[in-house]
């Protein structure tokens, strides 16, 4: 079945880059998106990438997409204290009516000044 | 603001009690979710709604209601049947099934069952 992994817990140092980490393995995968989750809050769509596209830049953030091996990065350039949060993977397939979303189990990051 | 608006924030109530979750949003979004979470796990889908008057099954269902009499409305009912309530529930919307339309995501209802 459709399954996303993700890493749980990700530690840096202020102004340092952050690489969260998820693999996949619907093959179907159309749509790839990060999301971002303060604590006591909702998820807040940060980006996202379709599988046509090997890369996706967007200010500090870059995603990038290895379709042969399923895997997806969220790489966050000078990461910032604001930064700390949990970062959620989610991929929806074409071949879905449902537009039902499968996440990962999010990664904590956490920055230390 | 356009956006999905989730009340209360939080929520007490005894075990055996039914409680009822609100969710609206005025996005004019076609399809509306329901997910919980539970610590270190990811959100898992309990019930979702493409049209006013339908709405399917997701993952976990099992103690769960919904209903969709407005477009723009989406309430969850949490049963007594629900074994293990105690969990932070997040309603979404899209503007429809196609992937290039993200889920849009409300704050949240923390559900506490004592």
């Known amino acids: 079945g459709e399954d996303v992994e993700q890493s749980l817990f990700l530690s840096v140092r202020e102004g340092d880059s952050s690489v969260i980490n998820c693999t996949y393995t619907?093959?179907?995968?159309?749509?790839l998106y990060w999301y971002k989750q303060e604590p006591g809050a909702g998820l807040q769509l940060l980006t996202y990438?379709?599988?046509?596209?090997d890369m996706k830049q967007d200010q500090r953030l870059t995603v990038l997409l290895n379709k042969k091996d399923k895997h997806l990065s969220l790489r966050i350039a000078d990461t910032q204290t604001g930064d700390s949060a949990i970062y959620f993977c989610?991929?929806?397939?074409?071949?879905?009516?449902?537009?039902?979303?499968?996440f990962g189990q999010g990664t904590t990051l956490q920055v230390k000044p | 603001d356009g956006g999905i608006t989730q009340s209360p924030k939080y929520l007490f109530r005894k075990e055996g009690q039914n409680v009822t979750l609100s969710c609206e949003q005025n996005l004019n979004h076609d399809a509306m979710y329901w997910y919980r979470q539970d610590p270190g796990q990811g959100l898992r889908l309990i019930y979702y709604s493409q049209i006013v008057n339908d709405f399917q099954k997701g993952d976990i269902a099992e103690g769960y209601s919904v209903s969709r009499e407005k477009k723009e409305s989406f309430p969850l009912t949490v049963t007594s049947a629900q074994k293990n309530p105690t969990a932070f529930y997040l309603c979404?919307?899209?503007?429809?099934?196609?992937?290039?339309?993200?889920?849009?995501f409300g704050n949240g209802t923390r559900l506490t069952v004592t």
């Open positions: 989610a991929e929806t397939s074409s071949s879905s009516n449902t537009g039902k979303l499968i």
């Open positions: 990438i379709f599988s046509n596209m």
């Open positions: 619907d093959s179907s995968s159309t749509y």
């Open positions: 979404a919307s899209r503007s429809g099934a196609g992937g290039n339309s993200p889920l849009h």
